[in-house]
């Protein structure tokens, strides 16, 4: 961990801090999160509005199946009933065709939206993942330092999910319910208004119950997902540091912690999970309360002959025995929908808040890049004029390109010079006091200090992994504001403490430094950071596959890996980071040793606590609470007799 | 298996079987009720009797209370019993794995038991839900509505026994190809989050290195993998609900066409319209029943994966077991290695150790010097037990550290780890696992010891300031002192430093180590280094090289005597820049 910007970092602690995976505490639906979801729609709305038509169709057969009992009965078995009836069992037949073909077409929409529905719902989710990783990536370094990993993660498990089970899911089935729901109203007003005045009136009465019980079990969905983070976060933190817990016997403490939060779990998740899963019953059997009810009010109206009221106006009677049996079946299938939608809104509340969450990442702003020097492969003629080149050269240059459009060409040589940089990771505590310093090229220079002085942040400040708040630094001449971050940071390798290897093969992750690199390039590569020997006794060598950073493979040897990482790009700037702490002194000289011839002639910036690394460089800074105290080779710091001077004696005191 | 998962039910068991018994309840009513609705109409509406309209009323009533009562409860015991579970899922698997020895944490990733105890567990409490709600329901709907159906008119209902294979045979072939397409799209989703991890952790590399381009096209990749395969899983699961559709409403036209013959050419005796009516419903019902039971079917196989690696969490016994009536108390602090042995898996060709022998009294402070790979750790490991010897002994207060209660053990042999870890909580509370009850006073003196109190009093809050999951908040150099800290307050008779000062300067580990010289003489202290000064004022350096003792001595004894040595600390004093 680089320690100085860690320590400097705001505290993120207290209980809200795992806040991205619980939600908001309300379950409410915001209106720019919807409108924002529906331009990922985008490129799908002609996809839409087929799926639209489908939905409508499919709803359409489904009403039209629920009617046909009625037609049934009414149009057909009741008059064939009669004597000398003109209706035929051919009329039947035709009449059973053509609600046939409306089925087939219902079915087949609904195969159609179905279908449509996989590709957008994964399109869209796909787009969204693909934004959000790539946005990602342009976020400065800050945003990681700054927040946690398990609530990052959870934008692409968590939020995404909850997103798919909404678009593909709840989505499609609220809109035939709504379809469902209104052809069947119309349906309903049909047959009787006065009937279906009652049924609006109840269902008002069911929602308000509903709506009670969905606040209720909203609210306890928010607390079983805040106890779901927090027995998963104590599940990830102490599995993590189960041989320390092994080391201090504090497995029963562990157990007992881990009960109470357990306990809680399951507390909430049953209350929460009660009122999800009673919604359904009470839906449904209020639909056969509102059966009855209608059944009754049906026939006190048709026996007391009230004038029945429909969409088309007043009748001359009262409802027939046949409607009220009609209306009867719809008032069931009204209520279905209504139950279907009412069990999707904790789905969708639940992916509204994760696609806030999504939108707060995509929203978060980029590092800024307002560089527009460009580093090119270079070439000089005889006379010292400078010429981009397409192919790789083995010599740099700046390209400059200036207001009145001429360009010009600085040869990259690894000048580094900052002159009275200040710096704070948090406004106020400054982590650097005027610091100045010039690195000429093909110089070592090396940071020594206490942990905390600061020597990580001046190389966070080199490679523009954080600006700085005051001061200039420049490269070969140039201010690094200028210079585009891709390209500063391509003239540079970097070699940092804490070592992240990539999944794949071993040969894979030493080429990460060079995409192009070929196998012996690769291997020259491990063979100068002495890495080659342990590779070979991998079970398949080079082509052994890492997994999970590389777990299998010892902190030294994870080192050495990284080291070989950057030596195949072949940088003209080196930063080594505390890049040798966990190598035994034999190997590091072994590696120093190769990685002077490599770096012969360039930059290389040295971070480390033991003084043997940094001993033979050219300058040696002794950084003390963001001051430079001492600067000088070895042998001038050792004659002040300063700090650099204790530092060493407190090592070596026989000499 | 499934065996084995049903032991995790315990008290939830009487939750688990009522649910069914519930549902049963619950079914039976919804299967009765079409059936009095249908007489409803019949006799009531049709007749126009309303006499009977509310005779019938108050029995439909009467069943919808009944049935919600049913409904409701069983909800409320599928909720208790499925949540409870989970809850003694969660706990056993991490019982289990507190119980886990060294070796076990190593064979699974701890990534990998984090999942485990998270989605596996999920997937597998939401299979039960659905089989303790679902499983019992659907079979029971399908056949309570086809004895219902067949009661009101055989023929019409050997209607559905024409249909029911199609449909089956429909779901059976829909499952056996979106199945594999799942499987495939979780695997892939592993390596989406896989992809995801490394970057949000390495993002420095990534970014110093430039290879924003090169990651985003690699996620864009595995993101296109997971579209196509979950499109093609959806487009095959599409087919379900309009098969299910044209099931239904193939039965619904036979039988209003067979049905209406029926009734006109027998005059409505041996079939009324109202039965017909209840017909369509149990139609629905049927067939629906049908259809849940291919869901379950599906989020079974789904969640089979899932519940085998919960199992093997379960399962997996730890390597370490304690004897009876082992020894509890520690004597003092010697150390014996005996032609110790060890290597880390069973059939290594290779020893990490190799036949070592040593013997350390009590109070002495021994260093251990090596290459990178020399199995310095590994040695160190062998005195708390944290793995076991293959061949030969420990002991330790002369005793086989195998005779001992671990828990006994590990009191007082304190390790400081290499990868060390502090935990989310104050300062205070993570010294305090050393000593539970330790004083204040004890904590700043254990800190004062481990160099930790000059910065600890340089917080705002002190000892009472909050140290972030993982120790993020505090520097390398700073977590290891105050791990020092935490193993001091246990005033082990063993303590053992694992490289612990590595990222410690110097001359605060030289008074960290005069510290212990003074204030803990009586302790044997084993430290692991890098550097010769951290060791150089031990009463013996052990120098390893690959798995074996290469010399035993002091610092002036082993500059003369082992060449691995001189060269170490020739390396270090002349920086390595000649040939030394």
Sequence with gaps: MAEEKTRQMPPMGGPGRRGGMVGKPDVKINKDTV?????????????????????????VASVASS???????????????????????????????????????????????????????????????????????????????????????????NDTDALRQMIAQSVPQAMSSLVTIVSIFFSMLRQSVWLTLFVVVFLFAITRIIGFIGKKSGSYFVKQQRSVASVNSFIEEMINGQKVVKVFCHEDKNKAEFDSRNEELCHNMTTANTYGNIVGP??????????????????????????????????????????????????????????????????????????????????????????????????????????????????????????????????????????????????????????????????????????????????????????????????????????????????????????????GTVMDNIRYGKLDATDEECIAAAKLANADGFIRMLPDGYNTILEGDGSGLSQGQRQLISIARAAVADPPVMILDEATSSIDTRTEAIVQRGMDALMHGRTVFVIAHRLSTVKNSDVIMVLEQGRIIERGNHEKLIAEKGKYYQLYTGTFELE | MIKRLAKCVREYKKSAIMTPVFVIGEVVMEVVIPLLMASLIDNGINAGSMNFVLKMGVALLVCAVISMFFGGVAGRTCAVASAGFAKNLRHDMFYSVQNYAFSNIDKFSTASLVTRLTTDVNNVQQSFMMIIRMAVR??????????????????????????????????????????????????????????????????????????????????????????????????????????????????????????????VDTGATELTTGELMSLFTYTAQLLNSLMFLSMIFVMMTMSKASAERIVEVLDEKSDITEKENAETTVKDGSIVFENVDFSYSKNADKLCLDNINISIASGETIGIIGGTGSSKSTFVQLIPRLYDVRNGCV??????????????????????????????????????????????????????????????????????????????????????????????????????????????????????????????????????????????????????????????????????????????????????????
């Design chain 1, 35 to 59: 409108k924002r979801l529906f331009g990922y729609f985008g490129k799908y709305k002609f996809h839409l509005i087929f799926v639209m038509f489908f939905i409508i169709l499919s709803a």
């Design chain 2, 138 to 263: 659907s079979p029971m709907m399908f056949i309570f509505s086809f004895i219902f159906a067949y009661g009101i008119n055989a023929k019409l209902a050997s209607v559905f026994l024409c249909v029911v294979p199609f449909l089956m045979l429909g779901m059976f072939l829909i499952i056996r190809k979106a199945h594999p397409l799942f499987k495939r799209v979780f695997k892939t989703y592993d390596k989406l989050n896989g992809i995801v991890e490394e970057n949000v952790r390495g993002i420095r590399v990534v970014k110093s290195f430039n290879r924003q381009g090169f990651e985003t096209d690699k996620f864009q990749e595995i993101s296109s993998s997971i579209y196509n395969d979950f499109v093609k899983a959806e487009k095959t699961i599409a087919f379900n609900a309009p098969l299910m559709q044209m099931s239904v409403y193939t039965c619904m036209m036979l039988i209003s066409w067979f049905g209406a013959k029926l009734i």
């Design chain 1, 282 to 503: 009470i839906m449904n059997n209020m639909g056969y309360i509102l059966y009855v009810a209608l059944a009754i009010l049906g026939g006190v109206l048709a026996i007391k002959g009230v004038t029945n009221l429909t969409l088309f106006g007043f009748e001359d009677e009262p409802i027939t025995l046949g409607a009220i049996a009609s209306f009867l079946t719809m008032s069931r299938n009204f209520v279905m929908p209504i139950s279907h939608i009412s069990q999707q809104i904790n789905a969708i509340a639940m992916a509204m808040a994760g696609a806030e969450r999504i939108f707060s990442l995509i929203d978060e702003s980029p590092e800024t890049d307002d560089g527009y020097v460009t580093l090119v492969n270079a070439r000089t003629d005889k006379d010292g004029n400078i010429t981009e080149s397409e192919t790789r050269t083995g010599e740099w240059a700046w390209k400059h390109p200036h207001g009145d459009g001429t360009v010009t060409y600085t040869p990259l040589k690894g000048d580094i010079v900052l002159d009275d940089v200040d710096f704070a990771y948090v406004e106020g505590k400054t982590v650097l006091h005027n610091v100045s310093l010039y690195a000429q090229p093909g110089q070592k220079v090396a940071f020594v200090g206490a942990t905390g002085a600061g020597k990580t942040t001046i190389t966070n400040l080199i490679n523009r992994f954080y600006d700085i708040a005051d001061g200039k630094i420049r490269y070969d001449g140039i201010n690094i504001n200028k210079i585009k971050k891709a390209d500063l940071r391509r003239s540079m390798g970097i070699v940092l403490q804490d070592v992240n290897l990539f999944t």
């Design chain 1, 67 to 157: 009617l046909f009992l009625e037609t049934l009965i009414d149009d057909y078995i009741t008059p064939m009933l009669l004597p000398n009836s003109s209706v035929t069992f051919t009329d039947l037949f035709v009449a059973l065709c053509k609600i046939g073909c409306l089925y087939i077409c219902g079915a087949l929409a609904g195969l159609l939206y179905n279908r449509i529905m996989a590709n957008v719902s994964q399109g869209i989710l796909k787009k969204i993942r693909d934004r959000m990783f790539a946005h990602m990536q342009t976020l400065p370094i800050k945003y990681f330092d700054s927040h946690n990993f398990g609530d990052t993660m959870s934008f692409y498990t």
């Design chain 2, 395 to 580: 002991k330790v207060g002369g005793t086989d550290v195998r005779d001992y209660s671990i828990e006994a053990l590990r009191n007082e042999v304190a390790m400081v780890l290499q990868k060390n870890v502090l935990f989310s909580g104050t300062i205070k509370e993570n010294l305090r696992w050393g000593k539970d009850d330790a004083t204040d006073e004890e904590i700043i003196n254990a800190c004062k010891l481990a160099c930790a109190d000059e910065f600890v009093e340089k917080f705002p809050d002190k000892y009472d300031t909050y140290i972030e999951q993982g120790g993020a908040n505090v520097s390398g150099g700073q977590k290891q002192r105050l791990c020092i800290a935490r193993a001091l307050l246990k005033k082990p008779k063993i303590l053992i430093l694992d490289d612990s000062t590595s990222a410690v300067d110097t001359a605060t580990d030289s008074k960290i180590r005069k510290a212990f010289r003074e204030e803990i003489p009586e302790t044997t202290k084993i430290i692991i280094a890098q550097r010769v000064s951290s060791v150089q004022d031990a009463d013996r350096i052990i120098v390893l090289d690959d798995g074996r003792i290469s010399a035993v001595g002091d610092h002036d004894e082993l500059l003369k005597t082992s060449s691995i040595y001189r060269e170490v600390y020739e390396s270090q004093v002349k920086g390595g820049d000649d040939n030394g």
